[in-house]
Structures are given as structure tokens and as C-alpha cells.
């Protein structure tokens, strides 16, 4: 008797598990967005997939908790091209800048506006 009452537990569990992983994975970046980006210990490489040359733009590092976003302007950034930008180059509130093992980082948002005026917000997680 006391191993058939464990079978649904188990079964609620792996259900659970796999609710839980489809729903991470839905946040993740997508591929066809016109503007995205990468990861890596030392900066973020920023990617213009849109077809334009972006002409202006704003790079925000989005903290987990109450502080405000280190944000960078975006430099003009060709269409195909990618561009490396330093960690060290985004400031918060205040012009403190970000050290990557001082804060931790939730998501990236990009603001861009392309040589024909057309305006792109990407939002995705920080790998």
C-alpha cells in the first residue's frame, strides 16, 4: 500500500518539473528580434539585425531588486554589424559605474531608433 500512494507524487512532480522548465525558456532571447545581444564576463556585444543602420539608441542593464538600471548610450551600429561594449562603460544613478560581481544583473533592455526613424525595445534576460 504505501508504494502506490507514492506514484502520484512522483508524477506530480515530474509534471511540475516540466511546467516549470517550459516556462524559463519561453523568456529567453529570440533569434529574429532586430536587435539583440551576447554575454560575456567582461562586456556585452550588442548585435543590429534590423536591416537599417541604428542611428541612436540606449543599452540598460536592469538589476534584480530596487536599484536603478546602469544604462550606456548606444553608438551608431550598421545593419549586420556587432559591437563589443565594456562592462565598465555603463553607469547607474548617480554615474556609479557597474561591477559585474557587485550587482546582480536580471535583464538587458535596448532602446534603438534606426536611420529611417523606426524605433525597436528588445527585452531579454542576462545570461
Given at each position: 500500500?504505501?508504494?502506490?500512494?507514492?506514484?502520484?507524487?512522483?508524477?506530480?512532480?515530474?509534471?511540475?518539473?516540466?511546467?516549470?522548465?517550459?516556462?524559463?525558456?519561453?523568456?529567453?532571447?529570440?533569434?529574429?528580434?532586430?536587435?539583440?545581444?551576447?554575454?560575456?564576463?567582461?562586456?556585452?556585444?550588442?548585435?543590429?539585425?534590423?536591416?537599417?543602420?541604428?542611428?541612436?539608441?540606449?543599452?540598460?542593464l536592469v538589476p534584480s531588486?530596487?536599484?536603478?538600471?546602469?544604462?550606456?548610450?548606444?553608438?551608431?551600429?550598421?545593419?549586420?554589424?556587432?559591437?563589443?561594449?565594456?562592462?565598465?562603460?555603463?553607469?547607474?544613478?548617480?554615474?556609479?559605474?557597474?561591477?559585474?560581481?557587485?550587482?546582480?544583473?536580471?535583464?538587458?533592455?535596448?532602446?534603438?531608433?534606426?536611420?529611417?526613424?523606426?524605433?525597436?525595445?528588445?527585452?531579454?534576460?542576462?545570461?
Amino acid at each position: 500500500m504505501k508504494g502506490s500512494s507514492g506514484f502520484p507524487c512522483a508524477i506530480a512532480c515530474v509534471v511540475l518539473g516540466a511546467l516549470l522548465t517550459t516556462g524559463c525558456g519561453a523568456a529567453a532571447q529570440d533569434p529574429n528580434a532586430p536587435v539583440g545581444f551576447t554575454t560575456s564576463q567582461t562586456y556585452i556585444t550588442i548585435e543590429n539585425r534590423s536591416g537599417n543602420a541604428l542611428a541612436e539608441g540606449l543599452i540598460e542593464l536592469v538589476p534584480s531588486g530596487v536599484l536603478a538600471p546602469f544604462r550606456r548610450e548606444l553608438p551608431r551600429l550598421e545593419s549586420g554589424a556587432k559591437r563589443d561594449l565594456p562592462y565598465d562603460l555603463f553607469s547607474g544613478a548617480g554615474g556609479a559605474r557597474f561591477r559585474p560581481g557587485a550587482t546582480r544583473i536580471k535583464s538587458v533592455r535596448i532602446t534603438a531608433k534606426d536611420i529611417s526613424g523606426k524605433t525597436y525595445k528588445v527585452e531579454a534576460p542576462f545570461d
